[in-house]
């Protein structure tokens, strides 16, 4: 019999500085627990990252108790929580979505929308602004993993989406996630 893994998510921003990485994994490493999955960046003048924690249950205590110091030295905002493991979406399909227009607000809510009125998951995102080459233009891109249900047909969908992305001036793709 396999054992339930047991969780903890922490979420950490404050004021970038060196080794904020080196000392919450190495908080994370002294109580007996393991990263499984991360995200971490520097957003303006901040530091935020999101880790997943996978230890068991008095070790992810200790974790918990040992937070407020961590929070202290280093200045951040450190936030947890307990959870379990991810249910596998029944019947999903991993497909991603690659976005590039001229930046303007409301890219991000138009196709989370999008997505959101035919009952499709956001599993993840990440965006970002650049200047275009040789125009200096703001651009921004967007790359976003999405979980889309097995009774959905995929032709159908992949036009309406460009179709929806076209009347917005987006460049869109939306392709099968590769591993």
């Known amino acids: ?13 404050g004021e970038d500085h060196p080794g904020i990485v080196d000392q919450i994994s190495r908080t994370v490493l002294e109580h007996g627990c393991n990263i499984e999955d991360s995200r971490m960046s520097v957003l303006g003048g901040e530091f935020a990252a999101m880790l997943l924690v996978e230890g068991k249950w008095n070790t992810l205590a200790k974790i918990e108790n040992a937070l407020p110091e961590l929070e202290r030295q280093l200045g951040m905002t450190i936030v947890s929580k307990r959870t379990g493991q991810r249910n596998a979406g029944a019947n999903l399909l991993p497909y991603a979505v690659d976005v590039v227009s001229m930046d303007h607000p409301g890219i991000v809510n138009n196709l989370a929308a999008f997505f959101a009125e035919r009952r499709i ?24 993993a999405v979980g889309i249900p097995a009774d959905i047909h995929i032709a159908g969908l992949r036009d309406e989406f460009m179709d929806y992305c076209d009347g917005l001036n987006l460049d869109a793709v939306l392709e099968p ?3």
């Open 121 to 144: 998951n956001i599993e993840d995102m990440a965006t970002s602004t650049y200047a275009a080459a040789h125009t200096g233009t703001p651009m921004f891109s967007v790359h976003i």
């Open 177 to 179: 996630l590769k591993s």
């Open 1 to 13: 019999m396999t054992r339930q893994k047991t969780y903890l998510v922490i979420s950490a921003l």
